[in-house]
């Protein structure tokens, strides 16, 4: 039986960038080892020399020629802006202490 | 007047029997009179509605030639983006947004002159198969309103089988069109990968998402899948070829000689005994009409959900990176020089629910490094033998069938606390999207034991969609004539106005 302990969980969702409380730490952890159980069972399977499929099709690069085309304003890209300021979109800190 | 189907509506239109406003009204008044009870709607946008309406009235007015589906009103799954009208995708995380720009497909739904009458419930983000983890609550299954209507396109599939709507959109990432078509007894299509444009289509699992059609024939399905389908330069992964000729299949409907594969690992075992049964008496149909009926296999279907459910998690949690609380939606805890990280992981958490969680921090688990080859290297092999298990089943049949689900509509709550139950209403229809082919559901009767609709699922090889309708289209002809009326005049009427 797999399992993810609370402080795994804690971790994941750290990297996901997801505040958790504690209660929905320890729901998620008592969840994941039947899930993961289930989810395992792709490795029951010999896959050695069996290609991996990322995508349906074969996937090509697409261009288009290098000309200007109609695109949204900055008001209409600002339009659902939490905050904005200057025709820019306005975050919180990113670098450590407030000025 | 909102009973007949969307041919039907057209042709009162081209007569002049009716106008598209008193048609949009008569759909607009239905929700007025049934949707507090079926909550298939998150918006609708009855001033756009009717403005769009008089718009196509003057110009069949003024003799301008119209697309075959103008005028008529379709409901717009959430998933997709309609200029300036509210768009959440299910969530809390994007209550109030407004895009600045259409989706392609609203492009090609408002070239067409079709009236978007709003936007429909959905699992949060399309994760889930029930409609129950939209952020909203949940949409309820016109059938008996005690159950779900499947999911995660719940709204769409309730508002076209409660006649809010003729037609409508959603998408189907593991089964999202065709599972509620089924739960519901209408038709619903998931076209082949690349063949409807994913611009503006709010992605959950961008090598599995694709939107399709639903209607209550096989024939409206066939005229909206041939409006919304068709190359587009801002998806790459857009298909630059012809659309399938779907509509001439669905007027066609003969499959003599046509060679069903009856997929063996897709029925039997798990599978409710009335839904087993209306699928066998299905295949007799057909073989009656003159199709050969043979069974195929395909061993790798028996790992398809457990690859998804790594595969379609891990495109999610990165997918899912872009609702950071910057650039549009919600944002919480900006207090006192509150560091972006913080804002970000506050408003995550407000924002997202239970079931969008629990696969992001899935997804994040299995592409974490130690565990990545183990978990998304062997899904993505998996996907491999899926494809070629398909590739020599399509070698032996010209489409595959199985049940479309394995059960009929279950009861609001019944699974809603066990992931792996909920996941399990998708086992019949992941393989598909895993392969990036197309499938169908119809309505194949209401099953005995629960007088609920069960859904028969067609599959077809990329690009070859019109083998759905074709094979669609005949066994709906013979069933109607066996029933003598269309399955959904056995609904309960919902105490709205007929």
């Known amino acids: 039986m797999s399992s993810l302990s609370r402080d795994e969980v804690a971790k994941l969702a750290g990297l996901a960038r997801i505040e958790m409380t504690e209660e929905e730490l320890v729901n998620l952890s008592s969840q994941f080892g039947m899930i993961l159980d289930a989810v395992a069972r792709v490795q029951e399977v010999d896959l050695t020399g069996v290609k991996a499929t990322s995508h349906p099709q074969p996937l090509e690069n697409v261009a288009r020629p290098d000309v200007v085309l109609p695109s949204l304003s900055p008001q209409d890209a600002l339009s659902g802006a939490p905050a904005q300021e200057e025709s820019r979109f306005r975050v919180p800190q990113i670098l450590g202490e407030a000025e | ?498």
């Open chain 2, 1 to 498: 007047m909102i009973r007949k189907t969307a041919v039907q509506m057209a042709e009162s239109l081209a007569q002049g029997e009716t106008t598209s406003v008193e048609l949009t009204q008569a759909h607009l008044d239905r929700i007025a009179d049934v949707d507090g009870k079926v909550k298939a709607f998150l918006h609708v946008d009855a001033e756009g509605a009717l403005a769009q309406a008089k718009q196509v009235d003057e110009k069949r007015k003024s003799g301008e030639k119209l697309s075959p589906l103008a005028g008529i009103p379709l409901a717009l799954k959430d998933v997709l983006t309609q200029k300036g009208i509210p768009t959440t995708s299910g969530s809390k995380i994007l209550e109030g947004w407004r895009p600045p720009y259409d989706s392609t497909v609203v492009s090609k739904l408002k070239d067409a002159g079709v009236v978007i009458m709003g936007k429909t419930n959905m699992d949060e983000f399309a994760m889930g198969s029930s409609t129950e983890n939209s952020g909203y609550g949940p949409t309820f299954n016109p059938w008996d309103l005690a159950r779900t209507p499947g999911g995660s396109s719940g709204g769409s599939a309730a508002a076209v089988s409660s006649f809010e709507a003729p037609l409508a959109i959603g998408s189907d990432t593991g089964g999202s069109i065709r599972q509620p078509a089924a739960l519901t007894g209408i038709v619903g299509v998931r076209p082949t990968y690349g063949a409807v444009s994913r611009f503006g289509l709010i992605a959950y699992s961008s090598s599995l998402d694709q939107a399709g059609p639903f209607g209550r024939t096989v024939l409206d399905t066939a005229l909206l899948h041939e409006v919304m389908a068709g190359h587009d330069p801002k998806d790459a992964t857009s298909i630059n070829a012809p659309v399938p000729a779907v509509v001439a299949a669905a007027k066609s409907g003969d499959v003599k000689g046509m060679k069903i594969g009856v997929i063996k690992q897709l029925q039997g075992e798990g599978y409710q005994k009335g839904v087993q049964t209306r699928f066998d008496e299905s295949l007799k149909e057909l073989a009656a009409l003159g199709a050969e009926i043979v069974e195929v296999d395909c061993p790798s279907f028996e790992y398809a959900l457990a690859a998804y459910y790594l595969i379609a998690p891990s495109e999610c949690s990165s997918n899912l990176a872009r609702f950071d609380a910057m650039r549009y939606g919600l944002r919480t805890g900006d207090v006192n020089g509150a560091s972006a990280e913080a804002v970000m992981s506050a408003t995550r958490d407000a924002g997202f629910g239970r079931e969008v969680k629990r696969r992001i921090i899935l997804g994040t688990y299995a592409l974490s490094s130690g565990y990545y080859d183990a978990y998304y290297g062997s899904a993505q092999k998996i996907r491999t033998l899926i494809i070629q298990d398909y590739a020599k089943a399509f070698s032996q049949a010209d489409v595959l069938v199985s049940p479309t689900a394995p059960t009929t509509a279950f009861k609001i709550g019944e699974k809603v606390d066990d992931p792996m139950a909920m996941y399990l209403a998708d086992v019949a229809t992941i393989p598909v999207n895993l392969a990036g082919i197309c499938g169908m559901s119809l309505p194949a009767g209401l099953a005995d034991e629960d007088n609920l609709p069960v859904g028969f699922q067609i599959m077809a090889p990329a690009m070859q969609d019109q083998r759905l309708y074709q094979a669609g289209s005949a066994l709906e002809a013979a069933l109607l004539s066996k029933w003598g009326a269309p399955i959904l005049d056995k609904a309960p009427a919902l105490g709205g106005s007929k």
